[in-house]
T-cell receptor
């Protein structure tokens, strides 16, 4: 069965900290995505990657960076956390090229104090 | 115009009712469409995929109208457990996905 695993369900950090969110998928998918979801705003794409070491900016990349050193792992980095980055973060993966669905991890609810 | 638009609702229906949601999309070249269900504070979970005119799975039916560029989700015999937000998702040509803002459904006893 499809599995996307995010490293933490809940995380509390302080402003200015560097925060790492990890995501691992076991489906050999080429595409991986990071979204944030806020009430009333829906899912917004932060970054995505279609191959190892490749990354593309999404709609709201400011304040974030990503790393994809291995095909199965996609990391989201908050360089200097701020309170407006308090949100639900969702990782997803999908196959490259085919119009198949995305599969989501459980989400990380991040609070920046 | 947004790439994908949904009526946010909320839809409040009694148990056993039939309810339908619509989702309009802007790209006439779109080939696949997805409905996800999202429970409060949980991740979206794939409910149905639509690649041609429609799809049916038990009480759930998705229909595609290419001429009018919308897809619908029909839920028959609603259960309390169907209460959730339903997201319409349409892939673009660049391996990205467009999400609707979701339609909220509450099934009332």
């Amino acid at each position: 069965d499809v599995k996307v695993t995010q490293s933490s369900r809940y995380l509390v950090k302080r402003t200015g900290e560097k925060v790492f969110l990890e995501c691992v998928q076991d489906m050999d998918h080429e595409n991986m995505f990071w979204y944030r979801q806020d009430p009333g705003l829906g899912l917004r794409l932060i970054y995505f990657s279609y191959d190892v070491k490749m990354k593309e900016k999404g709609d709201i990349p400011e304040g974030y960076s990503v790393s994809r050193e291995k095909k199965e792992r996609f990391s989201l980095i908050l360089e200097s956390a701020s309170t407006n980055q308090t949100s639900m973060y969702l990782c997803a993966s999908s196959l490259l090229g085919t119009p198949g669905p995305q599969h989501f991890g459980d989400g990380t609810r991040l609070s920046i104090l | 115009r947004k790439e994908v638009e949904q009526d946010p609702g909320p839809f409040n229906v009694p148990e056993g009712a039939t309810v339908a949601f619509n989702c309009t999309y802007s790209n006439s070249a779109s080939q696949s469409f997805f409905w996800y269900r999202q429970d409060c504070r949980k991740e979206p979970k794939l409910l149905m995929s639509v690649y041609s005119s429609g799809n049916e799975d038990g009480r759930f039916t998705a229909q595609l109208n290419r001429a009018s560029q919308y897809i619908s989700l029909l839920i028959r015999d609603s259960k309390l457990s169907d209460s959730a937000t339903y997201l319409c998702v349409v892939p673009n040509t660049g391996n990205q996905f467009y999400f609707g803002t979701g339609t909220s459904l509450t099934v009332i006893p």
